[in-house]
């Protein structure tokens, strides 16, 4: 792992906490990430036929999956906004990675490398795929980890919840990057949960950043309005060659 002086840090007079980090999970996650209604703005209003009836199948194989050894959670999210934060890196890059438009997204979480083997080859998550493969117009999946903690990502209740797309052209920078300015979340938008996914080597994204909020209002707000969003958050990111894609959900 790179140390701290490997980061290329501008606007060293804006003086933000180091972000608070607890212990990561054991856990292991797929996350399934669909593009189905497809749309040239950043809202995502109101849903098609064919979404609905996506929707409607994920939430029930979601029940099923649930059942399965070892898995804890299953949440399935519909994407409503892509807030400002869209680095300009990405769009320098785009013939590297795949612009991040996914408006169906799967989490699942699992407490072993063998039970995600085990799901994997089972027929409700086969028919899952099946389904959401023949209705989209893009899908990834991968398997990732847990590297790096705010607090644990409450399913259980609605919210605002971001699912952030990075792509970097070095994964230790991204991590790096991504500490040193979270700790402006933490202070301009009291965000106290965040689970950071590593994912595979078949994934377009080095890092996937999942957290939640209890409303829009607690998010957008700070990203418009706040300078320092860009001159702290964003020119650092770029600046390290990293660039964001983030996406806002709710569940399903």
């Known amino acids: 792992m790179n140390t701290q002086s490997s980061l290329n840090i501008v606007n060293?007079?804006?003086?933000?906490?180091?972000?608070?980090?607890v212990e990561t999970t054991t856990s292991q996650y797929l996350h399934i990430a669909a593009e189905i209604d497809k749309t040239s703005f950043p809202f995502f209003l109101g849903k098609s036929s064919c979404k609905k009836s996506v929707l409607k199948f994920c939430?029930?194989?979601?029940?099923?999956?649930e059942k399965k050894a070892g898995v804890i959670n299953c949440s399935i999210f519909s994407a409503i906004i892509i807030p400002p934060g869209r680095g300009k890196y990405v769009q320098e890059n785009?013939?590297?990675?795949?612009?991040?438009?996914f408006d169906v997204v799967i989490l699942i979480e699992i407490d072993s490398t063998e039970h995600v083997e085990e799901l994997l080859k089972s027929k409700v998550?086969?028919?899952?795929?099946?389904?959401?493969?023949?209705?989209s117009s893009y899908l990834h999946i991968v398997k990732a980890s847990n590297v790096r903690q705010i607090g644990p990502v409450n399913h259980s209740k609605q919210g605002i919840f971001l699912f952030n797309y990075f792509y970097a052209q070095n994964t230790s920078q991204n991590l790096l990057v991504w500490e040193y300015t979270a700790g402006w979340f933490e202070k301009e938008t009291k965000l106290n949960n965040s689970t950071l996914l590593l994912p595979g080597d078949n994934s377009k994204y080095t890092i996937i950043n999942h957290c939640r909020w209890d409303s829009l209002w607690n998010i957008i707000p700070h990203l418009i309005?706040?300078?320092?969003?860009?001159?702290?958050?964003?020119?650092?990111?770029?600046?390290?060659?990293?660039?964001?894609?983030?996406i806002l959900y709710k569940l399903v």
């Open 125 to 135: 998550y086969q028919e899952l795929i099946s389904k959401i493969k023949s209705k």
């Open 94 to 101: 785009i013939s590297k990675t795949h612009l991040a438009k």
């Open 59 to 65: 939430k029930e194989q979601a029940e099923n999956i």
């Open 12 to 21: 060293k007079h804006l003086n933000y906490p180091k972000v608070t980090l």
């Open 225 to 246: 309005f706040k300078k320092t969003f860009k001159t702290y958050v964003l020119d650092n990111f770029y600046a390290n060659k990293v660039g964001a894609q983030p």
